[in-house]
């Protein structure tokens, strides 16, 4: 069975429809890069997908977990969805150490000395094992956003959520986040990630997904949609962020 | 009668100003207690808590201590109830602190941003993990600089107990300028112990928000 599997899914906040019934699959091992105008629905669909926004219709299962159905243990979907948000949102009052252990003893119930130790893989993996004892605070906005990844990971998820995570970073930092990203896609962690990046997006993601008023407009093989894009909405959206 | 302010009285104005450290203890416990309640009763999604709670606050925030101390001072002995000023002193400073102390926590509570919350839900935390690990350590770090600031002006406001005869600091200071007839001196020492006591809050304050890494 896929990963995800939404069946007409519909969101609103209020009035406002802002998911216009999406339908979509993800399996295994895909890194699924979104890509739309502002506004077009692409924060909402991820944050659909781990419960952090409730669905008013349509069926949703995740992760094995049905979303979509009242008794959903919604806290054990988002231990196997990790998601990284693009404010990073560490835990300022907690060493970088701390952040990654955190969820590790209260979720998934480690000792302290486990905990500890898949904490110095974890952010020796975003390379930065000299920083386990520094705050947040105390880190560039491109290592904050590597532990915040690195938190995520501890966690051993399923999938991995990205929601622009290099949009707040200065130009010279990207580069660093972006390559853990592509790491984790050589490893084949599923992923979905909303980007602006575009050559990003061709090169290390397998599919591309357009998202356009609420509706998945396209969807396919990262390299054949960028090339050659069937409708006028995905052309004038590239020729946009293309120049 | 009258004699020159010594060494003794200057000892004399230090066990009064046992009473001020004891009164305030009392009232930022009591108020403390009260004034959590207080805060989660304004926050609960509860309509009619809320509203009580905002009555509440309205009512002690917007009418002056002085008053509050002589309504139950002078006010309750006229239903039977006679009040010593020990106790009526740390009800009405307990009271008074708790609307304001109330309001300062639920401040620091709503400040710790929303995406605090979100972020402990995307790693599986429960609701009240992410309250008791993530939202409340950083709302104890915001609140530390205004409870403080707070705690201070009641040092401060305890001397209004002086007027309904409990012998603090300030009272304690009428007392002995009366016998030594020299105002300035000992009015300049009593000021001299509220100012070792308030400031020595305020140090202590900055030390622990040095040492909590407050969020900046
Ligand atoms: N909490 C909310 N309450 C009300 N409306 C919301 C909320 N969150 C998002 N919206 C609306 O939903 C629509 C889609 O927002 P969303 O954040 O998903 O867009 P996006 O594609 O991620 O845009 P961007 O590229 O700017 O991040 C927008 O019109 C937005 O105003
Ligand atoms: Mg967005």
Known sequence: MSLVSLRNVVKRFGAHEVLKGITLSIEEGETVAVIGRSGSGKSTLLRCLNALEAVQEGEMTVAGIAVTSPDADLNRLRARVGMVFQSYNLFPHLTVERNVKLALKLVRKMSDAQAAQVARAMVGKVGLADKLQAYPDELSGGQQQRVAIARSLAMQPSMMLFDEITSALDPELVGEVLRVLEELAREGMTMMLVTHEMNFARNVADRVIFMHDGRIHEDGPSQEILRDPQTPELKAFLAAVLH | ?216
């Open chain 2, 1 to 216: 009668m009258i004699r020159d302010f010594a060494l003794a009285d200057f000892g004399f104005l230090l066990m009064a100003a046992r009473w001020t450290v004891l009164l305030s203890l009392a009232a930022a416990l009591g108020g403390g207690v009260l004034g959590l309640a207080i805060a989660v009763l304004r926050i609960v999604p509860v309509a009619p808590l809320n509203w009580f709670a905002i009555g509440y606050i309205n009512l002690i925030q917007g009418t002056p201590l002085l008053g509050q101390l002589f309504v139950l001072f002078f006010g309750l002995p006229l239903f039977g109830l006679s009040v010593d000023a020990w106790t009526a002193a740390v009800v009405a400073l307990s009271l008074y602190s708790s609307a304001f102390l109330g309001e300062i926590w639920r401040g620091s509570l709503q400040a710790v941003p929303q995406r605090q919350w979100e972020a402990g839900a995307a790693l599986g935390l429960t609701y009240r993990q992410r309250f008791s690990h993530v939202v409340l350590p950083q709302a104890v770090r915001i609140s530390v600089a205004p409870t403080v600031g707070f705690l201070v002006q009641i040092v401060k406001n305890t001397s209004l107990t002086a007027l309904i005869g409990f012998v603090e600091l300030t009272r304690a200071s009428q007392i002995m300028t009366a016998a030594t007839f020299a105002p300035l001196t000992v009015y300049l020492a009593a000021a001299a112990i509220y100012f070792v006591l308030c400031f020595s809050l305020s140090w202590a304050s900055q030390v622990l928000e040095r040492r909590l890494h407050v969020a900046r």
